[in-house]
């Protein structure tokens, strides 16, 4: 049985790949189904959802159409959420591994920054970054691997702890590799599933942080974003509450669409794990 | 003799990658009561899948056909208990054989018999079905004081004493557990029977080892504590599943002596599951060599070793390497 | 002059705030294509000092002498290059292999690590190697954990041979294999040793093979040499304590019987 087919076989994994398939289909038909500026005008301001079927979902207080926002802020949610998570993940291994590995004087150093990073509050050192370096879509992912790569390095070095200790690292010294090859080529792709376990955790905090760091009007504004779009709604949350509900919703469906599909990937590693 | 075990037509099978895989094939052996049975083989040969069968520790996934009927003395007590946790619960295979004794005829006596011994024997000579096995085996649960139960009726000792014993409990308490749960002892007489037992297996300073934690012992001292556990309960079979492979040759030595000792002073039924035909030798009055699933060769000791009867037996024997073989050295020629 | 000359090795380990020596004291030399076999109960230290002459842990003190070089001064790169010479088979082969190798990858990094063959040539000289521990070629593509122990040995044995070294070090090599299988790879040790004149440091518990393979051997006890010797007059006449008593603990199998 492929490891697909048993993925498919656990309800958490079924429901969250549903939902990560339709936040997928939105970011990738938002340029064909809504091609012009999702931030032109479309229509009278503040029209309630279900009134024009042009407009399905209404307009903001612009006049600008909500569906096609939610469409193309789908983008700017995917597209942040997954470079800054695989940006904490390939620096927190990297790191992680060769504290772990080289230990001694370089591994104190490293996991003192470590400590040093992940003391401060993750949102207070991405609002930070923002603020002084200005926002951008590479600075927002930035500031959020900022904030997240700790947790994969402790993971990752806890990991090579163990592996660099198991013969085929002491026979990959015996025959004369190179320590960074070692690191890198032996130990590194041995120590990646638990940090790889992580990842679904990370996306879905990343896409929380940039919604987050949009509604406090940090986020890139030549784009769309789901906070952006609900720190817009709020000074009009008594008259047309829609135009914060529908964006909070997208944002709850695909942080549970993340957790669950990372639940699911878990499971079927961990049978995979039980049975061999 | 008396057949404790009888083993007919036992076939046991494992999915891997989708493929099934034959452990045992066709098996039929008896193990006599009482007796030092020996099954030696190498790796895949099913010696190890063996042992669990009788022990009723195979996984449920695995497929199983064929039949163990027991004719085991009554015990003492007949209460259900809890399992304990140094030893793992039985499986539903084995509940499996005894479901069927339950539901198929009351316990059948073997002719010869005396009337205090009860045989299980399973009528439906097949164990079919037991993946879906969650309703036969609570069904059973009432029964246990009936079917040989592990920990009770049948001690098992592992190779691994560092993963069959529990790392953050004391090993006098894993090993009163088991006195515990299956004699029916309050905590102060279990502690005092584990303390007894302590001593039988030769720790050094029983009281104290009463309350050492595994990682504080040697691999040796271990495997002591492991047997104590596994004997706390007075079994009548003692599976002892390659339990000296993991240790080297002196304390090797020391476990085998115990071992005789302890089996020849509780009447035990022994079972040694071995890859080493030498250290078989020694210890067992019979010795069935596996290959492939299958037994090729069963006899006592002395016809197995000195006559074998299969060229397999022979190729074992001649590929040990003892204290008086010919030097390999001078038949390459390098030593001038 | 001897291949490889070992003296005044120590090397302690703190177990629970004691220290306890796993090395203390030890000399030995052995000689080109010579078997120098290290005997002992577990935890005489025999894996500790196996271990200590390939500097895959530091000694406390002792010198080593490989080659008629002094091996404790190399580091970095020379180091990395002498290794070439002074190879190593552990017990068990599949935990001596990364996880995720093939055969093929095994057998590339020596050639590749120490250039023995430009890219385009490896394949031929992988095919060679697997054929000259008896392996065949199509092996190469294989998972390490798609083959059989005895295959992974002998993938372990090409994997040692294949940077052409004066000694190799075979830490309980044969231990973990079934009986019919051990008896083929010690043939194809010997073999290698009357070919290719390789010394072997044999580590092992058992009393009957060192007996059978090795020229000399060292009893260990504790860390400390109990007894050294001619391998066969130590073991059919042991003088101290350990030997007597891993002689005496050694399975006797008594054919003559029934």
Do not use: C
Request: charged residues 20%.
């Amino acid at each position: 049985m492929s490891a697909l087919h048993r993925f498919l076989r656990t309800p958490e994994a079924d429901a969250g790949a549903l939902l990560l398939a339709a936040l997928f289909a939105m970011a990738l038909s938002a340029p064909l189904l809504f091609p012009g500026d999702p931030q032109a005008i479309a229509g009278p301001a503040l029209l309630p959802p279900f009134q024009d079927w042009s407009l399905p979902l209404g307009t903001d207080r612009l006049g600008r159409d909500v569906l096609a926002e939610l469409f193309h802020g789908a983008r700017t949610s995917l597209a942040v959420g997954l470079a800054a998570a695989a940006a904490a993940l390939a620096i927190g291994a990297v790191i992680g591994t060769l504290a772990g590995f080289a230990g001694g004087f370089i591994d104190e150093v490293l996991m003192r920054i470590t400590d040093a990073f992940q003391t401060v509050p993750a949102f207070l050192l991405a609002l930070a970054f923002v603020s002084v370096v200005g926002p951008s879509l590479g600075v927002v992912v930035a500031a959020i691997a900022l904030g997240t790569w700790t947790g994969p390095a402790r993971v990752a070095r806890a990991e090579v702890l163990s592996i660099r200790e198991r013969d085929y690292v002491a026979s990959a010294r015996a025959v004369g590799m190179h320590p960074l090859e070692i690191a890198f080529r032996e130990v590194l792709p041995n120590a990646l599933p638990p940090v790889l376990a992580l990842s679904s955790v990370i996306v879905a905090a990343a896409i929380l942080t940039e919604a987050a760091l949009s509604f406090l009007g940090l986020g890139d504004p030549n784009r769309v974003t789901w906070g952006g779009m609900i720190a817009e709604g709020r000074a009009v949350l008594r008259t047309a509450p829609f135009l914060s509900i529908v964006p909070g919703i997208a944002l709850v469906l695909t942080v549970l669409g993340v957790y669950l599909t990372g639940e699911g990937i878990v499971e079927t590693t961990a049978v995979r794990r039980g049975l061999s | 003799m008396t057949a404790l075990a009888s083993i007919r037509g036992l076939t046991v099978g494992y999915r891997r990658d989708g493929n099934e895989v034959a452990a045992l094939k066709d098996v039929r052996l008896d193990v006599e009561a009482g007796e030092r049975l020996a099954i030696i083989g190498e790796s895949g040969s099913g010696k190890s899948t063996l042992a669990l069968a009788i022990a009723g520790l195979l996984p449920a996934s695995a497929k199983i056909t064929g039949r163990i009927d027991w004719t085991m003395p009554k015990s003492q007590t007949s209460r259900s208990f809890a399992p304990p946790s140094v030893l793992p619960d039985i499986s539903p295979t084995r509940g499996e054989i005894g479901g069927f004794a339950a539901g198929s005829a009351p316990a059948t006596l073997a002719a010869g018999e005396s009337g205090h011994d009860s045989t299980i024997s399973p009528q439906v000579g097949e164990m079919s079905g037991r993946t879906e096995g969650g309703a036969v085996e609570r069904q059973l649960r009432h029964l246990r004081g009936g079917v040989p139960l592990l920990g009770r009726d049948i001690g098992f000792v592992f190779q691994d004493p560092s993963s069959s014993l529990d790392p953050v409990m004391p090993v006098g308490k894993q090993i009163a557990e088991v006195a515990r749960a299956h004699l029916g002892l309050s905590w102060p007489q279990a502690f005092n029977k584990a303390r007894i037992l302590l001593e039988r297996v030769r720790l050094p300073d029983p009281g104290l080892a009463l309350r050492a934690f595994p990682h504080q012992l040697s691999g040796g001292q271990k495997q002591r504590v492991a047997i104590a556990a596994a004997i706390a309960a007075g079994p009548k079979l003692l599976i002892a599943d390659e339990a000296t492979s993991a240790l080297d040759t002196i304390v090797q030595a020391e476990i085998v002596t115990l071992i005789r000792q302890l089996v020849a002073e509780d009447g035990m039924t022994l079972l040694f599951i071995s890859h080493d035909i030498a250290l078989a030798a020694e210890l067992a009055d019979r010795i069935a060599v596996f290959r492939h699933g299958s037994l090729v060769e069963l006899g006592p000791t002395a016809q197995i070793v000195g006559a074998p009867a299969h060229p397999y037996t022979r190729a074992l024997l001649d590929a040990h390497i003892g204290l008086d073989a010919e030097p390999l050295l001078t038949r390459s020629g390098l030593r001038a | 002059m001897s291949l490889l000359a070992v003296s005044n090795l120590t090397k302690r380990y703190r177990r629970g705030g004691k220290a306890v020596a796993a090395a203390d004291d030890v000399s030995f030399h052995i000689d080109p294509g010579e078997t120098l076999a290290l005997a002992g109960p577990s935890g005489s230290g025999k894996s500790t000092i196996a271990r200590l002459v390939l500097r895959l842990i530091e000694p406390d003190a002792g010198r080593i002498a490989f080659e008629g070089e002094d091996f404790m001064a190399l580091g970095g790169a020379a180091l990395r290059a002498r290794r070439a010479r002074l190879q190593m088979v552990f017990q068990d082969p599949l935990a001596a292999f990364n996880p995720r190798a093939t055969v093929a990858r095994v057998l590339d990094d020596p050639l590749r690590i120490h250039r023995i063959a430009s890219r385009s040539e490896r394949p031929r000289q992988i095919a060679a190697l697997l054929e000259r521990v008896g392996l065949t070629a199509d092996l190469a593509p294989r998972a390490i954990h798609e083959i059989s122990g005895g295959q992974r040995q002998r993938v372990a044995i090409a994997r040692a041979i294949a940077t052409k070294p004066s000694l190799i070090v075979l830490d309980e090599a044969v231990s973990a294999l079934d009986v019919s299988v051990r008896g083929q790879i010690l043939d194809l040790l010997l073999d290698l040793q009357r070919q290719e004149r390789i010394a072997y440091l044999f580590i092992s518990h058992d009393l009957g093979i060192v007996r059978a393979i090795a020229h000399r051997v060292i009893l260990l006890d504790a860390g400390r040499i109990a007894e050294a010797g001619d391998a066969r007059a130590v073991i059919d006449a042991p003088r101290s304590v350990i030997g007597k008593a891993l002689v005496a603990a050694a399975p006797r199998l008594d054919r003559s019987r029934s």
